[in-house]
């Protein structure tokens, strides 16, 4: 990934976006007669839409952060997993002996990359929830590290292991939730997990040198027409740092935005969530460009200057569970929030 900072921009207006219906559920808790005037107010400043209380990825219990942080801790012990080299293959194989443990619907998309070092072998992970509605939802992330930093032991600890860590945690709860459902289907669209490879530049970051994975695979899903099931891609990248302070990406779709806002305001998260404005050159561009509604959930501020990003510095001490559960909790509520929008 690469970003531009736009000045020192405060994003105020996404937090005091106006209101997207918010949730009476917002109140669940608070319950009894003595909070009937809070709620009362409430009625009459902010549009509350009736929301169904069917279980839903969404509801439940809070995010397993601490699976999350123990997926990511297991997948960063195999060390650096650059393409072509001895680590990446394990990751590969750590991806799926996972998910075919787990009987999931597993789909590997191996391709060539053409790259500055030549045709680099490459293959993408993709793990699919089937919903009851027509249409899916896409959560993404980026699995291996850079090829240039083969040297230094970087084992991007937050820069691919989380977040492979937060998607196989919540891989757990979509295939526990679609268990004790009718048809063993999630309530609401299908729910597509995708593992990127070659997220990171070979030799130098460039529109050809950088996202792969992504690339090759918005391309073959044009051609084959699975684009036009997608009604959203949201992207996670580098959000298991503690001081977790995630960035708002221009180049993201303002509604999935807005969504992403109001998921992080259901829980109190509001501060971890778009305080800044940065135009950030991702795996979710690919799609944006297709015309897909995209978001990249992404924390670019990493260690005192940024000093832990792309350095042997980027180890297991440096990323929470606690931010792995911001994570999850948001993702599965914007999932909720995106399942009720028609
Ligand atoms: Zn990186």
Same mark, same amino acid.
């Given at each position: 990934?690469?970003?531009?900072?736009? !000045?020192? $921009?405060?994003?105020?207006?996404?937090? @005091?976006?106006?209101? +997207?219906?918010?949730?009476?559920?917002?109140? $669940?808790?608070?319950?009894?007669?003595?909070?009937?005037?809070?709620?009362? #107010?409430?009625?009459?400043?902010?549009?509350?839409?009736?929301?169904?209380?069917?279980?839903?990825?969404?509801?439940?219990?809070? *995010?397993?952060?601490?699976?999350?942080?123990?997926?990511?801790?297991?997948?960063?012990? =195999?060390?650096?997993?650059?393409?072509?080299?001895? @680590?990446?293959?394990?990751?590969?194989? *750590? %991806?799926?002996?996972?998910?075919? $443990? /787990?009987?999931?619907?597993?789909?590997?998309?191996?391709?060539?990359?053409?790259?500055?070092?030549?045709?680099?072998?490459?293959?993408? *992970?993709? #793990?699919?929830?089937?919903?009851?509605?027509?249409?899916?939802?896409?959560?993404?992330?980026?699995?291996?590290?850079?090829?240039?930093?083969?040297?230094?032991?970087?084992? @991007?600890? /937050?820069?691919?292991?989380?977040?492979?860590?937060?998607?196989?945690?919540?891989?757990? $709860?979509?295939?526990?939730?679609?268990?004790?459902?009718?048809?063993?289907?999630?309530?609401?669209?299908?729910?597509? %997990? #995708?593992?990127?490879?070659?997220?990171?530049?070979?030799?130098?970051?460039? &529109?050809?040198?950088?996202?792969?994975?992504?690339?090759?695979?918005? &391309?073959?899903?044009?051609?084959?027409?699975?684009? @036009?099931?997608?009604?959203? *891609?949201?992207? &996670?990248?580098? =959000?298991?740092?503690?001081? %977790?302070?995630?960035?708002?990406?221009?180049?993201?779709?303002?509604? +999935?935005?807005? %969504?992403?806002?109001?998921?992080?305001?259901?829980? !109190?998260?509001?501060?971890?969530?778009?305080?800044?404005?940065?135009?950030?050159?991702?795996?979710?561009?690919?799609?944006?460009?297709?015309?897909?509604?995209? =978001?990249?959930?992404?924390?670019?501020?990493?260690?005192?200057?940024?000093?832990?990003?792309?350095?042997?510095?980027?180890?297991?001490?440096?990323?929470? &569970?606690?931010?792995?559960?911001?994570?999850?909790? #948001?993702?599965?509520?914007?999932?909720? +929030?995106?399942?009720?929008?028609?």
């Amino acid at each position: 990934m690469i970003f531009s900072l736009l !000045g020192k $921009r405060v994003e105020a207006r996404a937090l @005091g976006a106006p209101s +997207l219906p918010s949730a009476a559920a917002d109140f $669940r808790g608070k319950g009894g007669i003595a909070k009937l005037s809070i709620f009362l #107010v409430a009625l009459l400043i902010t549009p509350i839409t009736a929301q169904a209380q069917h279980p839903s990825a969404g509801s439940g219990q809070a *995010f397993d952060g601490a699976k999350a942080y123990e997926y990511a801790r297991e997948f960063a012990a =195999i060390g650096p997993r650059w393409p072509t080299g001895p @680590g990446h293959v394990k990751a590969e194989d *750590f %991806l799926r002996s996972h998910f075919q $443990r /787990n009987h999931d619907q597993l789909e590997q998309d191996a391709f060539t990359a053409d790259t500055p070092i030549g045709s680099v072998p490459m293959c993408n *992970f993709i #793990v699919r929830f089937s919903g009851t509605k027509p249409g899916a939802i896409v959560l993404a992330t980026h699995y291996e590290t850079n090829y240039p930093l083969r040297n230094i032991n970087f084992v @991007g600890a /937050n820069d691919g292991a989380s977040t492979t860590g937060l998607l196989m945690a919540i891989a757990d $709860r979509l295939r526990a939730e679609a268990a004790v459902s009718p048809g063993k289907k999630l309530s609401g669209y299908s729910v597509w %997990l #995708v593992f990127f490879d070659g997220e990171e530049a070979i030799r130098q970051w460039s &529109a050809s040198d950088s996202t792969y994975g992504s690339r090759h695979l918005a &391309a073959k899903w044009g051609r084959d027409g699975t684009l @036009g099931q997608i009604k959203a *891609f949201l992207l &996670a990248d580098m =959000i298991g740092d503690k001081d %977790l302070d995630i960035q708002r990406d221009t180049n993201s779709t303002a509604w +999935l935005v807005s %969504l992403v806002a109001e998921a992080a305001k259901k829980f !109190g998260y509001q501060r971890y969530f778009f305080q800044q404005e940065m135009d950030v050159q991702d795996d979710h561009l690919a799609f944006v460009e297709r015309g897909v509604p995209s =978001i990249d959930i992404i924390d670019l501020d990493y260690g005192p200057n940024n000093s832990y990003h792309h350095t042997a510095q980027d180890t297991m001490d440096k990323i929470s &569970a606690h931010s792995l559960t911001i994570d999850g909790d #948001v993702f599965l509520e914007t999932i909720r +929030l995106i399942d009720q929008r028609n």
